[in-house]
T-cell receptor
Framework: GAVVSQHPSWVICKSGTSVKIECRSLDFQATTMFWYRQFPKQSLMLMATSNEGSKATYEQGVEKDKFLINHASLTLSTLTVTSAHPEDSSFYIC????????????FGPGTRLTVT | LAKTTQPISMDSYEGQEVNITCSHNNIATNDYITWYQQFPSQGPRFIIQGYKTKVTNEVASLFIPADRKSSTLSLPRVSLSDTAVYYCLVGDATGGFKTIFGAGTRLFVKA
């Protein structure tokens, strides 16, 4: 099946710094990518939807200036957490969908972010 | 987007068949039903997807009644490694199929 990778798998950063997380579709072209955040023992929360070449659509309550999403190519989307704070510590998961496979969505392995 | 309701948790023993039911009363005509499995600190993994009646693959079966207001994921002969959270999602590809996760069902398989 289709493979989605994320890098890094985990990252620790100091409060106030910015962190970039990459999401790549390795063997298919992803017309749409999604970013989720998951706190311990909770479900995934959709943060934003990004389509290649256009601005991301953020869910209500998600600060677009804090969580910068770029979907510059059909195989790469990035999430930058700007001026990170301890409350941003979470598990960030991306997923990708190809227009050719309408309903299947492939998830990355996730990135554990810890802000100290 | 149709809201889904699942049991919060379920317990089972190795070798048993497990059925997890999801309620989606407001499912729309264009909506498909998809189930995912998630292990701790991993991304969700696609299990099965269906629109109506019954779908079966190598890992599970999905039963959808005629009114489509619910669906049941059936896992045959579970093992300890099937301990995970299972999510039922309902969405429409024509609307971009924005995937909204519900609370999911935590399945514990005991020896």
């Amino acid at each position: 099946g289709a493979v989605v990778s994320q890098h890094p798998s985990w990252v620790i950063c100091k409060s106030g710094t910015s962190v970039k997380i990459e999401c790549r579709s390795l063997d298919f072209q992803a017309t749409t990518m999604f970013w989720y955040r998951q706190f311990p023992k909770q479900s995934l929360m959709l943060m934003a939807t990004s389509n290649e070449g256009s601005k991301a659509t953020y869910e209500q309550g998600v600060e677009k200036d804090k969580f910068l999403i770029n979907h510059a190519s059909l195989t790469l989307s990035t999430l930058t957490v700007t001026s990170a704070h301890p409350e941003d510590s979470s598990f960030y998961i991306c997923s990708a969908r190809s227009g050719l496979i309408s309903y299947e969505q492939y998830f990355g392995p996730g990135t554990r972010l810890t802000v100290t | 987007l149709a809201k889904t309701t699942q049991p919060i948790s379920m317990d089972s023993y190795e070798g048993q068949e497990v059925n997890i039911t999801c309620s989606h009363n407001n499912i729309a005509t264009n909506d498909y039903i998809t189930w995912y499995q998630q292990f701790p600190s991993q991304g969700p993994r696609f299990i099965i997807q269906g629109y109506k009646t019954k779908v079966t693959n190598e890992v599970a079966s999905l039963f959808i009644p005629a009114d489509r207001k619910s669906s049941t994921l059936s896992l045959p002969r579970v093992s300890l490694s099937d301990t995970a959270v299972y999510y039922c999602l309902v969405g429409d590809a024509t609307g971009g199929f924005k995937t909204i996760f519900g609370a999911g069902t935590r399945l514990f398989v005991k020896a």
